[in-house]
T-cell receptor, first 112, second 114 residues
Framework: AQSVTQPDIHITVSEGASLELRCNYS??????LFWYVQSPGQGLQLLLK??????LVQGIKGFEAEFKRSQSSFNLRKPSVHWSDAAEYFC??????????FGTGTKLQVIP | DAGVIQSPRHEVTEMGQEVTLRCKPI?????LFWYRQTMMRGLELLIY????????DSGMPEDRFSAKMPNASFSTLKIQPSEPRDSAVYFC????????????FGPGTRLLVL
């Protein structure tokens, strides 16, 4: 069965600092990997996704993620965080069968 | 496109009452998903449909929950009778199918059962 682990429940960073959110997955074959963002009171919005090819994926809002097969990881990064990035971030894994498994989320707090 | 539409946005009801949540997926999307989000359990997949047919309802918590998709543009999630532990945010999402797998979420329905 596929699964996703986001080890950090809550992260606080200063505005302008770099950010890395961790995601580890379990899947028997080549996974489809996603990062979604949820702002308060909103639904989830796709930031980026990886299906194949270049392991460094660029997304919206200046985010990127790197797929590392050897580590079963798909960490999300941003070089300089803005106050508007404060939200909850979800990693997800799928396998081409439409059913996607989401992690438990990481809440990001940005301090001035 | 208007995106996925859910109604109502907020629902407050008393224990034992029937609750019906509604969803209109993005036109042309073949897949529709119902999720429940709580602090304790995170985001859980309840059921999903492909071309209006339920494919996997293993996440539906119990018989009090039922979901239907009578046509490609409408789905309902019903709870009867409702209980306080059903209080959560319920999301509907749709997906165009194929290998995209990107899910497009609605704004959610915040349900409070007293």
């Amino acid at each position: 069965a596929q699964s996703v682990t986001q080890p950090d429940i809550h992260i606080t960073v200063s505005e302008g600092a770099s950010l890395e959110l961790r995601c580890n997955y379990s899947y028997g074959a080549t996974p489809y990997l996603f990062w979604y963002v949820q702002s308060p009171g909103q639904g989830l919005q796709l930031l980026l996704k990886y299906f194949s090819g270049d392991t460094l994926v660029q997304g919206i809002k200046g985010f990127e993620a790197e797929f590392k097969r050897s580590q079963s990881s798909f960490n999300l990064r941003k070089p300089s965080v803005h106050w508007s990035d404060a939200a909850e971030y979800f990693c997800a894994v799928g396998g081409g069968y439409q059913k996607v498994t989401f992690g438990t989320g990481t809440k990001l707090q940005v301090i001035p | 496109d208007a995106g996925v539409i859910q109604s109502p946005r907020h629902e407050v009801t008393e224990m034992g009452q029937e609750v019906t949540l509604r969803c209109k997926p993005i036109s042309g999307h073949d897949y529709l998903f119902w999720y429940r989000q709580t602090m304790m359990r995170g985001l859980e997949l309840l059921i999903y449909f492909n071309n209006n047919v339920p494919i996997d309802d293993s996440g539906m918590p119990e018989d009090r929950f039922s979901a239907k998709m009578p046509n490609a543009s409408f789905s309902t999630l019903k709870i009867q009778p409702s209980e306080p532990r059903d209080s959560a945010v319920y999301f509907c999402a749709s997906n165009p199918g194929g290998y995209q797998e990107t899910q497009y979420f609605g704004p959610g329905t915040r349900l409070l059962v007293l």
